[in-house]
């Protein structure tokens, strides 16, 4: 017995020293490494399919669910990928669900409005929550992007959602956000100021028509006025001919003028907002002068701007959403032990990660 425990040893040690050599650190203990299982769960009539993360220990432990990045609809979205791994070791259980319309979940993504997703969200809650290995007083909710938004709306329309972490959330309603994306993305070729105005009028021009402000003519011919151009795609519209017959059936008219801030204000549990140093898709400058009023009159809510990263908490200018920040990874988990240690409505003192 001591023989092969020595034996034992000795094979992890030589793990980690081959690991430390490739450059990389070892796998966790067995002991600390998440358990997967999976869940099924149901927002209303919709069924939706996940996995949860659980740490070692029977529990009941503290859990987070996360919503999703408009481009991110499944569990497996690389920019989720540091939750499922630095969650559990911490002792917070994590579950990823497939966005409804994606994955092995029903539903319809297309007719969906952000407070149905929300409600998505806070069904995810309610699921674990009746669960024994994990604590009904200490489930909350973590969105990128898109689901930052989710995220507080869910934090705003249930009493059970115990804090909140919203990171890259526009403080800008949808419209707002996307034309700021467009001008950066123009910015960056670059172009001349009026050549980029021209493509900035032309997506006002589609926007009131999706509104139903305009006639479609009139959009189809702001739209065509630019297309043969080569920085088109950068404007980030569709052709004019693809243009919707019926913009009141649109997505876009369902969401474009969603305005994050009622959400916000109705938040009373722990939150924190992150934003990135350099955002491709998000007016910093503008979300944090917009949130800053209202968390300054919340003595739970934070406001942070992570230095070092991307729209994802990514390393800087790094192409993989996944390639997550340390230091944002760190404050994360730092926050999140505190608020899942405080009571509901508590403020988690100011991480001590560098941020500004």
């Known amino acids: 017995m001591i023989a092969r425990g020595l034996s034992g040893l000795v094979l992890a ?26 869940v099924s769960f149901r927002s209303a009539e919709v069924a939706l399919s996940g996995t949860l993360h659980l740490p070692a220990g029977s529990g009941p432990h503290p859990a987070l669910v996360v919503l999703h990045a408009s ?3 499944t569990r497996d979205y690389g920019a989720y990928g540091h939750l499922a791994r630095e969650l559990p070791a911490n ?27 929300a ?73 001349p100021e009026a050549t980029i105005a021209k493509a900035l009028e032309a997506r006002s021009v589609v926007n009131e028509y ?5 006639e479609r003519e009139s959009a189809v011919r702001a739209v065509e006025a630019i297309d043969r151009e080569p920085w088109f795609p950068s404007a980030m519209l569709p052709g004019g001919r693809d243009l919707p017959a019926d913009p009141s059936r649109s997505k ?17 549990v722990p939150a924190l907002l992150l934003f990135a ?46 390639d997550t920040s340390e230091g944002y990874a760190a404050l994360l ?4 032990r505190k608020a899942t240690t405080r009571q509901t409505g508590s403020r988690p003192d100011a991480p001590s990660s560098p941020t500004r």
């Open 13 to 38: 040690l030589a793990g980690a020293l081959l690991a430390a050599c490739a450059g990389r650190l070892p796998d966790p203990p067995l002991a600390r490494q998440p358990i997967p299982q999976e």
């Open 71 to 73: 481009g991110g609809p």
């Open 91 to 117: 002792g917070i259980a994590v579950l990823l669900f497939d966005r409804r319309g994606s994955g092995r979940s029903g539903g319809d993504f297309a007719t969906a409005s952000f407070g149905q997703l």
């Open 119 to 191: 409600a998505d969200g806070v069904a995810a809650v309610e699921h674990l929550r009746a669960r024994g290995d994990i604590d009904p007083s200490r489930v909350g909710v973590w969105g990128v992007s898109q689901g930052g938004w989710l995220a507080l709306l869910a934090a705003a329309s249930s009493p059970h959602v115990a804090f909140a972490v919203a990171v890259s959330a526009p403080g800008v309603t949808p419209a707002a956000q996307m034309d700021y994306a467009a001008g950066r993305a123009l910015r960056e070729i670059p172009l």
């Open 210 to 214: 999706v509104r139903g402000k305009v």
């Open 252 to 268: 876009w008219r369902l969401e474009m003028d969603y305005d994050p801030l009622p959400a916000l204000r109705k938040v009373d």
């Open 277 to 322: 140093e350099d955002d491709p898709w998000v007016p910093i400058e503008a979300s944090m002068a917009a949130v800053a009023p209202i968390a300054a009159g919340k003595a739970a809510m934070t406001v942070r701007r992570v230095p070092g990263t991307g729209h994802y908490m990514e390393k800087a200018r790094s192409p993989d959403p996944g």
């Open 333 to 336: 988990v730092e926050w999140l």
